[in-house]
């Protein structure tokens, strides 16, 4: 699973897979995130300041993922 999985009112839920920058996701993560992308959930993978900000934007303002 995603290290974090982020409750948003109106019943809304959000994956978040935290990376060191320039890291990238071992193969078990990979497949999780296609299986649940598959079942319609967002999932992120954050890994500067400037993708925490794009993060928020998109989920708190209603843009999803």
Same mark, same amino acid.
Do not use: C, W
């Given at each position: 699973?995603?290290?974090?999985?982020?409750?948003?009112? /109106?019943?809304? $839920?959000?994956? #978040?897979?935290?990376? =060191?920058?320039? %890291?990238?996701?071992?193969?078990?993560?990979?497949?999780?995130?296609?299986?649940?992308?598959?079942? /319609?959930?967002? $999932?992120?993978? #954050?890994?500067?300041? =400037?993708?925490? %900000?794009?993060?928020?934007?998109?989920?708190?303002?209603?843009?999803?993922?």
């Amino acid at each position: 699973m995603p290290d974090r999985i982020v409750l948003i009112p /109106g019943g809304r $839920v959000v994956f #978040v897979e935290l990376k =060191a920058p320039a %890291k990238s996701l071992k193969p078990f993560k990979k497949k999780r995130t296609v299986q649940l992308q598959a079942l /319609g959930f967002p $999932v992120y993978h #954050v890994d500067s300041i =400037a993708a925490v %900000k794009k993060f928020a934007a998109e989920v708190f303002n209603g843009e999803g993922g």
